[in-house]
Structures are given as C-alpha cells and as structure tokens.
C-alpha cells in the first residue's frame, strides 16, 4: 500500500472551516504554494466526495516546472461524483481514480468509466476496510505515495483504519469558534489518549504568519 500523507490547514482552535463550510483561506499563500509542491511530489492526492462536490476541486499541483500531475482519487462511494466536475472533464490529462462501494449503482459506476474514469469497488465490512482495500488497489496501480487532502469525514476513516503514516498540518493564527465548524478528523474517535497514534518525529517551521507541524506516525 502507498505511503499516507495527512495535509490540513487548522485554525488555532482546530477548525477547518466556519460553521457555513468556508475554508478559503486557512493557511497564508506560502504554505498553500508548499501544498502545490507536496502534490507534485506524491503519486496520488485523495479527498472525499464531500469536499469534491463543495469544492469542485482540479486537484493539480499548480507550480512551475511540475514533469507530472499526480493521480486525483475521490472516496465516493456511491460515486456521485458529476460527469461535469471539474476532475472529470480533465480526465484526459490527468487520470482520475474514483473509489466506491457496492452500494453504488451499476449506471453510476458505467457512467464514469464510460467518461474514462477508473473505478475501484473497495469491499469491506465498514469504512476503514475498504480504505485498506482501496489502498491496495492504488497500490496495485503504482501509487506508492498518497497526500491524503480531506475532508474530515474520510481523515477519520484513514485514522480508524490505521493508514495515516504521517500528518502536515498547518496552523494558522485564526479563531473562528462554532461548535457545528468542523474539525480536522472525524469518525468514531479514540477512546483514551493512551490509545492515540503519536508521533515518532515531529518537526516545526514558520511559512509568514502559519506554523507548520510535521508528524512521522510510522517508521518507514
């Protein structure tokens, strides 16, 4: 399975985004130009379908002198994910890899391989395997580095599932409150802090105002 990097950007009291889902922006242009260089250098760059629907993102590394585009993969898994989104109309340069579940339709499912989009049925008893088994299907396709974007909702799945190997998260000098604003990871959680992943290395740096903090969960 590929190597899992987290990417966030979190406010200082740990929001993504305000009660209204707005995100834009969290993090300062430096980092965000860091993020364009992290996805020029990992094979794949992952999101849910939740961020691909609010966000109707192109998932490009857009800097200077990029050889290639990373692979766009959206965890979809009733793969509605439309025809007319921006990661699908660019299929041609950049592959996209949508991954469903069985409960997807099959008129879903032809209708985006038909636009030339690969599609991994990932099987499993709940969300955390099937993000094992997607992994392994990516793997299976030369993905041998994932930067795993978001949203929430799918971070948490890749926690559950025990796939994240290290975490870059951004924070940046903003206080946005809302008890409904979501947080960086969700999913069930962790019962005790003793049954946490932590960090075997962490290293810190300053990009302007953002502090960035680089956690290896896993030796490698």
């Keep these: ?10 406010t ?14 969290i993090s300062g242009e430096s980092s965000r130009a860091r993020a364009h260089r992290w996805r020029a250098e ?17 998932l490009t590394a857009r800097i200077e002198g990029v050889a290639r585009q990373p692979r766009r993969v959206v965890f979809d898994s009733e793969a509605r994910l439309p025809l007319d989104s921006q990661l699908v109309r660019g299929v041609a340069e950049v592959p996209i890899t949508v ?27 709940n969300e955390a395997a099937r993000v094992k088994h ?25 926690l559950e599932a025990d796939e994240i190997d290290e975490a ?14 979501k947080t960086a990871v969700e999913g069930i ?14 290293d810190v740096d300053r990009l302007e105002d953002d502090v960035l903090i680089v956690a290896r969960l896993k030796d490698w």
Excluded: N, Y
């Design 99 to 125: 991954v469903c579940s069985r409960a997807a339709s099959r008129t879903s499912v032809q209708a985006l391989e038909s636009a030339g989009v690969d599609v991994i049925v990932a099987t499993g008893q």
């Design 168 to 181: 870059r998260i951004f924070v940046a000098p903003l206080l946005t409150g809302g008890r409904e604003a």
């Design 189 to 202: 959680g962790i019962e005790r802090i003793a049954a946490a992943p932590r960090a075997l290395h962490v």
């Design 1 to 10: 399975r590929p190597l899992v990097v987290f990417k966030s950007a979190m």
């Design 42 to 58: 990992s094979d794949a760059v992952a999101v849910g379908i939740g961020t691909a629907l609010f966000d109707d993102p192109r």
């Design 12 to 25: 200082l009291d740990g929001k993504v985004a305000t009660v209204r889902g707005d995100s834009q922006w």
């Design 134 to 158: 997607a992994l392994g299907e990516l793997g299976a396709r030369e993905v041998q580095s994932l930067l795993l974007e978001g949203g929430p909702h799918l971070a948490g799945a890749f």
